[in-house]
T-cell receptor, first 113, second 109 residues
Framework: DVKVTQSSRYLVKRTGEKVFLECVQDMDHENMFWYRQDPGLGLRLIYFSYDVKMKEKGDIPEGYSVSREKKERFSLILESASTNQTSMYLC????????????FGQGTRLTVV | KNEVEQSPQNLTAQEGEFITINCSYSVGISALHWLQQHPGGGIVSLFMLSSGKKKHGRLIATINIQEKHSSLHITASHPRDSAVYICAVAALTGNQFYFGTGTSLTVIP
């Protein structure tokens, strides 16, 4: 009954590496989101996408990029990982429009050393 | 500026106690979500509300749109309810969500 799947639960990467976090949803949702969760700061939006090849910056896009080549898949890319990107990353999806239920992935805990 | 404020930030209760977590928001919304996150786990959606009240088992969620306030109640709390509870709102404009910083609940046997 899995609806939003993130490719990894835990990742450890070295500073400067290029990191890909993958998210796949099976509900044919238009909207997909990437959030970062840090203690005391809650969930903050990095990027979202409302259609294939469409993307919008969220509140903290610096140091990140995204790719949405297919409707079901939304990738978050760290071009050159840094230690301040150590965090929990959460993907979510929802139908386009207002008030629709959101579904969340299990999260990827990324540690950059 | 936080669009969504939750209280309390931390809560410890004895097993069996009635628990209330509050959420206030400052933006126009189309819906409000209550989410649960267990330690080391992902996020699960408990409720989506646009008006009134919903109940699932021992969990009850209410919303007052005029006062821009929602509450999550847990009756007869149990140690397995220990988790972080997050309030999130779907803004009227755009397709974004705003999140509270969460309430960390610990239920002691």
């Amino acid at each position: 009954d899995v609806k939003v799947t993130q490719s990894s639960r835990y990742l450890v990467k070295r500073t400067g590496e290029k990191v890909f976090l993958e998210c796949v949803q099976d509900m044919d949702h238009e909207n997909m989101f990437w959030y970062r969760q840090d203690p005391g700061l809650g969930l903050r939006l990095i990027y979202f996408s409302y259609d294939v090849k469409m993307k919008e910056k969220g509140d903290i896009p610096e140091g990140y990029s995204v790719s949405r080549e297919k409707k079901e898949r939304f990738s978050l890319i760290l071009e050159s990982a840094s230690t301040n990107q150590t965090s929990m990353y959460l993907c979510a999806s929802s139908l386009l429009g207002r008030g629709h239920e959101a579904f969340f992935g299990q999260g990827t805990r990324l540690t950059v050393v | 500026k936080n669009e969504v404020e939750q209280s309390p930030q931390n809560l410890t209760a004895q097993e069996g106690e009635f628990i209330t977590i509050n959420c206030s928001y400052s933006v126009g919304i189309s819906a409000l979500h209550w989410l649960q996150q267990h330690p080391g786990g992902g996020i699960v959606s408990l409720f989506m509300l646009s008006s009134g009240k919903k109940k699932h088992g021992r969990l009850i969620a209410t919303i007052n749109i005029q006062e821009k306030h929602s509450s999550l109640h847990i009756t007869a709390s149990h140690p397995r309810d220990s988790a972080v509870y997050i309030c999130a709102v779907a803004a009227l404009t755009g397709n974004q969500f705003y999140f509270g910083t969460g309430t960390s609940l610990t239920v002691i046997p």
